[in-house]
């Protein structure tokens, strides 16, 4: 992992190459991590794969996060492997909520650009992200639910997803949930 002046000046040439692609950066709990502006993620990403002593050429994680309440309310979470150097950076992308606050019932989906093309591991990543959070990857090649039925109602890993629904069964809980059956 890079150390915290390190990250500051790879967020810098990040920078130059890709002007206001990198708006913060943090260095928190052994984690090295780049805030990207999500509309120039594809450019910090390549960037950091391309560049001669950079490297990141394994992407080893691409996850989400709701932070509702919090604006804006989600991220996308890139974790990138230097396999030469065995070092790790973090990439963060936060995306609004574009059907919040509208109040016309509008169910219009927060998008990020895809990354499959650069990095082949983030296929059914994204997808996975796409099934459990709404998050749409502009440009994925087959963009469709890959844990959930596709006919599923809703996104279950959102915040406000509601929590409930039928009782799971277990042999220690069987006898208390009589005709579970019929």
């Known amino acids: 992992m890079p150390d915290a002046p390190g990250l500051e000046l790879i967020a810098q040439r ?19 991590t ?5 509309e120039k993620v594809l450019g910090a990403l390549g ?3 391309e560049t001669d002593g950079q490297r990141y050429t394994f992407l080893s994680s691409l996850h989400a996060a709701d932070y509702l309440p919090a ?11 230097n396999r030469d150097r065995v070092e790790r950076v973090h990439v963060k992308a936060l995306l609004p909520d574009p059907g919040a606050g509208n109040g016309n019932g509008d169910s219009a989906l927060p998008e990020i650009d895809s990354c499959v093309e650069m ?7 994204e997808r996975e992200v796409y099934d459990m959070f709404g998050i ?6 087959d963009m469709r639910r890959i844990l959930m039925p ?11 997803f509601p929590v409930g629904g039928e009782p799971v069964i277990f042999t220690h809980n ?3 949930l009589p005709h579970w059956y019929e």
């Open 14 to 32: 990040i920078n130059e190459e890709v002007p206001g692609a990198v708006t913060e950066t943090a260095h928190d709990h052994g984690r090295a």
């Open 34 to 38: 780049l805030v990207v502006d999500p």
């Open 47 to 49: 960037w950091l794969r």
């Open 71 to 81: 604006v804006p309310r989600f991220a996308v979470h890139y974790e990138l492997l």
């Open 119 to 125: 990095f082949p591991t983030a296929d059914f990543q």
């Open 136 to 141: 749409v990857f502009r440009g994925h090649p």
């Open 150 to 160: 596709e006919d599923y109602v809703g996104w279950p890993q959102r915040r406000d």
């Open 174 to 176: 069987e006898p208390e």
